[in-house]
């Protein structure tokens, strides 16, 4: 699976849209990028993934770059219960290889 | 629905004991998953299984870990004399493995070793 990059901390106003980039230069072409949240003591849950056109669900919106070497996940209105780390991944087949993932602290 | 299970949410044992942690994925999904996650570091996988067979070991550290899932359903992590630094929250994974795959996770259970 492609490494990811990703910032390790971030903040954002409660109720503004967070935006959280991740890199992955070595994605090949046929890896999707996934995105998923880990609330504090609770096991990780998936958020969204795409392989090249941007995604909406009822979660977030994920923005994927022309050339797929970057990625942005979007929370439209960011709410405290958003407060989470947040791991991007690309493969998606099998195992999962975590990173470290940025931590997001939504702020009242 | 149901989601993933794993019972006990937290296990505290003693340096050299045995323990066993359960998963019980959700009822239809073929491949089941386990991780290891250390304070402050992502996820580690351990061990993938489709259906009954372990189709990939290779995160499994040493010999002390083994994973069975008998009839394709619930999965036991077995892990024997534990060490300090087996200490971490065991997370259990499951998934219908299509294609993208996405993975559904239960709570974990915590493993402390005294």
């Known amino acids: 699976d492609a490494k990811t990059t990703q910032p390790p901390s971030m903040d954002c106003a409660e109720g503004r849209a967070a935006n959280l980039p991740c890199n992955h230069s070595t994605i090949s072409g046929n890896e999707y990028v996934y995105w998923y949240r880990q609330i504090h003591s609770q096991g990780p849950q998936y958020i969204i993934h795409?392989?090249?056109n941007n995604e909406t669900n009822e979660m977030a919106s994920l923005i994927i770059t022309e050339d797929r070497k970057s990625s942005t996940l979007i929370l439209p209105h960011a709410t405290l219960r958003d407060t989470a780390v947040y791991y991007c991944i690309v493969g998606g087949y099998q195992k999962v290889t975590f990173g470290t993932g940025t931590k997001l602290q939504v702020i009242p | 629905g149901a989601g993933v299970s794993q019972t006990p949410s937290n296990k505290v044992t003693e340096k050299g004991k045995y323990v066993e942690l359960r998963c019980d994925p959700i009822?239809?999904?073929?491949?089941l998953y386990w991780y290891r996650q250390s304070l402050g570091q992502g996820p580690e996988f351990l061990i993938y299984?489709?259906?009954?067979?372990?189709?990939?070991d290779s995160g499994l550290p040493n010999d002390r870990f083994f994973a069975v899932r008998p009839e394709g359903s619930v999965s036991t992590l077995k892990i024997q004399r534990t060490e300090r630094g087996d200490s971490a929250v065991y997370l259990c994974?499951?998934?219908?493995?299509?294609?993208?795959?996405?993975?559904?996770f239960g709570p974990g259970t915590r493993l402390t070793v005294l």
């Open positions: 795409g392989l090249k």
């Open positions: 299984f489709q259906g009954t067979g372990a189709a990939d």
């Open positions: 994974a499951s998934s219908t493995q299509g294609v993208p795959d996405t993975q559904y």
């Open positions: 009822s239809g999904h073929t491949a």
